[in-house]
């Protein structure tokens, strides 16, 4: 690792164990060890500064570790006191929010948002709360204006945009559905939104529990969120502000200890019913009959297992595999090549009886060939982990390994590299259209104008219809290479 030698960490991950809740002790040595040494492995492969993992099953945490640096300039550890922005990992705590009420019969997922919002455009009058909670209002996004707008000047900016899509139809990740939601809670109870969730799901005396949306607050014990500088090769400090708008979308700052708890309320139905749950883990049914998400949550299978949960700012990942009676927490504070699904998908691997007994392949034995330049077995270990999870299409992993082509393509100025990394990809997922663009992109650099038409073409069919929709350039780009 860059800024910690292997060294460190593992005097840090020895210094974890030594402090790690006794609960573990019944835990098999061997996973213990096989998680460890991962960790160990995967915070030098994609640099991560400080992390903090939890593996609960049943009642018991299992697995609990802390390393790393919380803050490089201060040279300050992780541990249990360190709170983590878990950025947008907080809308399943507004998800629980919202549910409670309906718990209690003060909101239904089939009221419109007008019963509870003044003053709203006619194209908003058929979003329900259904739709704010699977974003599928096809509301325009707040982060395109200004957040340092009030809440009446954006929601009039907001009033005069046009709809992303027809209310219903798809899901595209929006944080205007979330600060709505805050505004109905707050409508509702009287309380700010902040109040509502301590009182209902946190105690207000804990110190290990805040929320702010604003990564230069000086807060105690905070781990500082990195962003990670290609050109300088060295981590910056994030200076994003959401504001309070930000707080049930974004704003939620925890320790890993309270998020254990606040996960144990949530199994012993202390703040919501099973059938409440249920609810709440239910698919939405998008009228495109393609997309699928959950009130609130997400639903991501590994080798065919189901798990619930949401991630935030490529840091933070709560996953439930609720049929396996295991929690995975993960929270981090920087890195150089994102991390969070990959190392929650392979704990899973490692400490889910079912999966170990199998022996699955790891996503990070797909990156760390890719990244020391064994391309042919990266390739094959890709194919191999695609075999084995036949429902899953592993966005993270695929934009990696894209990353590094990039990195290799525009950092580097190692075309060969680049092209060997680029073809991962096509290979081990040939209906990806970004894979066929990249490709397309290296070999015009290389002059094989060929090879570049025949893969934009491509790319072109591919992405035919898609929400990001790069086919005029790509376009453009064989009128180019064909008139030259």
């Known amino acids: 690792m860059r800024n910690l030698t292997v060294f ?40 991560i500064p400080g992390l903090a993992l939890a593996v609960v ?28 922005r878990v950025f947008s990992a907080t809308k399943l705590i507004t998800s629980t929010a919202v549910f409670q009420l309906i718990q209690i019969g003060k909101l239904s997922l089939e009221d419109s948002i007008s019963t509870y919002l003044d003053d709203l455009p006619a194209q908003w009058q058929q979003i329900k709360i259904k739709h704010l909670l699977s974003h599928a209002s096809g509301l325009p996004d707040l982060i395109r204006h200004e957040s340092t707008l009030s809440d009446k000047a954006l929601m009039e900016k907001l009033s005069a945009d ?95 200890r309270e998020f254990i708890e606040w996960n144990r309320k949530l199994d012993n139905h202390e703040l919501l019913s099973s059938e409440m749950k249920s609810k709440m883990w239910e698919p939405f049914k998008f009228t495109n009959q393609k997309d699928h998400f959950l009130h609130g949550w997400g639903n991501y299978p590994v080798n065919e297992l189901d798990s619930y949960g949401f991630s935030g700012g490529n840091l933070a990942a709560f996953r439930k595999f609720v049929n396996h009676q295991t929690t995975i927490i993960l929270l981090s504070n920087g890195y150089e090549i994102p991390a969070y699904d990959i190392i929650i998908n392979d704990v899973a691997r490692i400490a889910i009886p079912e999966l170990t007994a199998k022996k699955r392949t790891l996503e990070e ?40 082509g990039n990195s290799y393509l525009y950092r580097e100025n190692n075309i060969e590299k680049a092209l060997e990394v680029f073809k991962i990809n096509a290979e081990a997922n040939p209906s990806w259209w970004v894979s066929m663009a990249s490709l397309a992109e290296t070999y015009e650099l290389k002059n094989d104008r060929l090879h570049a038409i025949e893969n934009y073409q491509k790319a072109i069919r591919l992405n035919e219809g898609n929400a990001w929709n790069y086919n005029e350039q790509m376009k453009n780009k064989i009128e180019e290479l064909q008139n030259n």
């Open 162 to 256: 046009k709809m992303d899509f027809i209310t219903g139809s798809q899901f595209r990740y929006n944080q205007t559905n979330y600060w709505l939601l805050a505004l109905i809670i707050e409508k509702i109870t009287g309380m700010t939104f902040d109040e509502f969730v301590f009182k209902n799901q946190f105690d207000h005396s804990n110190d290990g529990v805040l929320f702010s949306s604003n990564s230069l607050e000086p807060i105690p014990n905070r781990a500082v969120r990195y962003f990670y500088n290609s050109k300088t090769h060295a981590f910056e400090k994030d200076t994003n502000n959401s504001g309070q708008r930000g707080h049930s979308g974004n704003g939620l700052n925890i320790t890993l």
């Open 365 to 404: 034995e797909v990156m760390s060939l890719a990244i020391n330049r064994r391309f042919n077995e990266a390739t094959q270990a890709f194919m191999k982990l695609k075999e084995e999870n036949p429902s899953t299409d592993f966005d993270n992993l695929k934009w990696n390994i894209n990353s590094l």
């Open 57 to 84: 099953e049943g009642d018991q945490v299992v697995y609990e570790r802390y390393l790393g640096k919380s803050s490089l300039e201060k040279d300050a550890p992780v541990d249990t006191t360190t709170l983590f």
């Open 8 to 47: 460190s960490i593992l005097l840090l991950l020895c210094f974890s164990i030594s402090c790690s809740n006794q609960r573990e002790s019944d835990y098999p040595a061997k996973i213990s060890d096989k998680i460890d040494t991962y960790l160990t492995k995967a915070m030098e492969l994609h640099n």
